[in-house]
């Protein structure tokens, strides 16, 4: 995976995240998937059960944008990790609402299949 692929595949994600899209969601993360996010309260999740309710409680409803700000890519054989902002812009009563979180992603090759393994947003 080059960086322009590994870029894609994050896009495709963070999309789906936004979409509440379960079934390509449980695809590109491991069974065993470990994060920290504001929503766990400081607290390491593993496995995805917390992933899917979030998913399908809290959709995007309204249209988005999502922009990745200085992306920092480390790819390996089998392993992968990028840093970045991330800039989620969407409509709140007509008026455009930006809200910018920083993440680290983590990614396992498990056959020909690149995997989320790990995350932290803050």
Request: proline letters at 4%; charged letters at 25%; one cysteine or more.
């Amino acid at each position: 995976m080059n960086e322009e692929e590994f870029e894609q595949l994050l896009l495709e994600l963070l999309h789906t995240i936004r979409q509440g899209d379960m079934d390509r969601y449980l695809e590109l993360s491991s069974k065993k998937l470990t994060c920290f996010e504001p929503e766990t309260q400081g607290a390491l999740v593993t496995g995805l059960p917390f992933h899917l309710f979030m998913l399908d409680h809290f959709k995007a409803s309204t249209p988005y944008h999502l922009e990745l700000i200085n992306p920092q890519y480390h790819i390996f054989e089998n392993l992968a990790y990028v840093v970045y902002s991330l800039l989620i812009t969407s409509i709140n009563d007509g008026e455009p609402v930006i809200r910018k979180v920083n993440e680290t992603r983590i990614f396992k090759k498990f056959d020909d299949n690149w995997k989320m393994v790990h995350f932290h947003r803050s």
